[in-house]
């Protein structure tokens, strides 16, 4: 059973930090996507920033330079590291992954920022 569980949302206030972290089971092989997407009320589902099968990073143009995503094979997480964020950040953060069998996602963390 592939799970994808995400931690470290929460509140934060314009121009600070936050770090989130999807740790993955249940699938290993086969993967040629991991990222984070987000949605907001009204808004569709966006990607933000992910991770190719070849190595490759590709990030949203409203979070170049200031989000990082990561993975780390031994712990089995995809991380993303959130800096100088902005009001229009706020949004439930989903981890995704892409394989041959199938798209699976997280439950959702929600960010806000806001002073």
């Known amino acids: 059973q592939v799970q994808l569980v995400e931690s470290g949302g929460g509140l934060v206030q314009p121009g600070g930090s936050l770090s989130l972290s999807c740790e993955i089971s249940?699938?290993?092989?086969?993967?040629?996507?991991m990222g984070w997407y987000r949605q907001s009320p009204g808004n569709e589902r966006e990607e933000v920033a992910g991770?190719?099968?070849?190595?490759?990073?590709r990030y949203a143009d409203s979070v170049k330079g200031r989000f990082t995503i990561s993975s780390d094979n031994a712990k089995n997480t995809i991380d993303l590291q959130m800096d100088s964020l902005k009001p229009e950040d706020t949004a439930v953060y989903y981890c995704?992954?892409?394989?041959?069998?199938?798209?699976?996602w997280g439950q959702g963390t929600q960010v806000t920022v806001s002073s």
């Open positions: 995704n992954v892409k394989s041959l069998v199938g798209t699976f």
């Open positions: 249940g699938i290993r092989f086969r993967i040629y996507f």
């Open positions: 991770i190719m099968s070849t190595g490759n990073l």
